[in-house]
């Protein structure tokens, strides 16, 4: 309880780690969910990685700071540029209006529906070259030998990366979010940010598909994008592809497994997966993101300074039980607005290829396999932090086909 900023009222401290908390309970989304019942905003002593900050705990304040941008920015020190070492900035993502709607122009294009309906065969193709290599099997540890690899594989090949380094990519990634050292973090992020430097430079000289040309040939108020603004559009787009989808899908194909009425309800209706996407998406948000306290002023009766951290859980926003009733079942007949890619100017920007990789991974699984269902009492292993994630998922079936 040392080093409490004066302006902090005492009834708002909470001398806890985000991330240990979290992780209490067999259910990470119910042990977050406990924060419901103090204040709808609170000054956490270990926000996140062992630094202090607020926690909005409820939908309508972390809703309201979305759309806030004057207040609340996106425009954070640190971070990403901070480890590499160069003033670095996500691209949009880190960077608050009316930028932000010139930088988010050049890629807006490549991730419209239309333009991700062009993916779908490519999609199938891949779910289904993952599935082949296991379905014989009759089990298959989720995680690894699809979870992760599938939505990596389309990520690389929007990007026109090669997948047999997927291995490397994804030990990165891991070391980036969730190194147990700095020294880890820092490594990864480098590494990451000098193969994307070279990637990018070759596709200066000739880029070789959409989204390339998008970035290398972008503008920004009329001059063309310079390597900085480059990178910080590669670099984004490198830690959405790899994490947010793959712990996404271990939850829905969990509930899955462990609810056999509803898996056996989607099989004989295909036609209500993708409304199943929506309650899966707002009942499993994994994302825990931030912003910065941009001025002083007072928020909701609380003061605020410029500079704090206010970190946004998401599931604490989709499982608010003032906004959804009985909000930790699933019901797929939900009619219900959430925020699970967010909201306002700064909502994913990969939404429409999110939900249909989720839709494509329920559909084929549910077209080949029956009774899917956890392969014995150790089966899954979860990570909390700024991603919730499943880590191991080991499953089993019968096949539809009735072959061994």
Request: aromatic share 10%.
């Amino acid at each position: 309880m040392n080093n409490i900023p004066a302006h902090i009222p005492p009834a708002l401290v909470w001398d806890h780690s985000f991330d240990r908390f979290t992780a209490e309970m067999e259910d990470p989304f119910l042990a977050a969910s406990r924060l419901h019942a103090g204040p709808p905003l609170i000054w956490a002593t270990d926000a996140a990685y062992g630094r202090p900050g607020w926690i909005a705990t409820r939908h309508d304040l972390i809703d309201e700071i979305f759309l806030d941008h004057e207040h609340f920015s996106a425009e954070r020190p640190g971070m990403i540029g901070e480890m590499i070492g160069v003033d670095l900035r996500l691209n949009p993502i880190e960077i608050d209006p009316p930028a932000h709607h010139a930088y988010r122009r050049n890629l807006n294009p490549v991730f419209t529906p239309k333009a991700m309906s062009a993916l779908e065969d490519a999609v199938r193709q891949t779910c289904a070259m993952l599935v082949q290599i296991f379905a014989a099997r009759g089990e298959c540890d989720f995680i690894a030998d699809f979870a992760v690899p599938f939505p990596s594989y389309i990520f690389l090949d929007l990007m026109d990366l090669p997948r047999d380094m997927a291995p490397t990519f994804l030990k990165w990634e891991e070391d980036l979010m969730r190194g147990g050292e700095v020294s880890d973090r820092v490594g990864a992020a480098r590494a990451i940010y000098q193969y994307l430097c070279d990637h990018k430079d070759r596709q200066v000289a000739d880029p070789s598909n959409p989204l390339n040309r998008a970035i290398v040939d972008g503008h920004f108020e009329g001059r063309p994008l310079d390597h900085l603004e480059m990178m910080g559009m590669y670099y984004v787009l490198w830690v959405g592809g790899l994490d947010t989808v793959y712990s996404t899908l271990g939850w829905v194909m969990h509930h899955l497994a462990t609810h056999p009425d509803l898996q056996a309800r989607l099989a004989e209706h295909p036609e209500l997966v993708p409304q199943a996407v929506e309650e899966f998406t707002r009942a499993y948000s994994v994302v825990v993101t931030h912003r910065r306290v941009a001025r002083d002023f007072e928020f909701h009766g609380v003061a605020m300074k410029a500079g704090e951290e206010v970190h946004l859980p998401l599931a604490l926003a989709n499982r608010d039980p003032d906004r959804f009733a009985d909000p930790h079942r699933v019901r797929i007949d939900r009619k219900s607005r959430h925020i699970a890619f967010g909201t306002g100017v700064h909502n994913c920007l990969g939404v429409h290829l999110a939900k249909r990789e989720i839709r494509i991974v329920i559909e084929e699984f549910l077209r080949q396999f029956s009774h899917i269902r956890l392969a014995g009492e150790d089966a899954m292993q979860f990570h909390t932090g700024r991603t919730f994630g499943v880590d191991r998922l080991r499953l089993c079936w019968d096949r539809r086909d009735g072959s061994e």
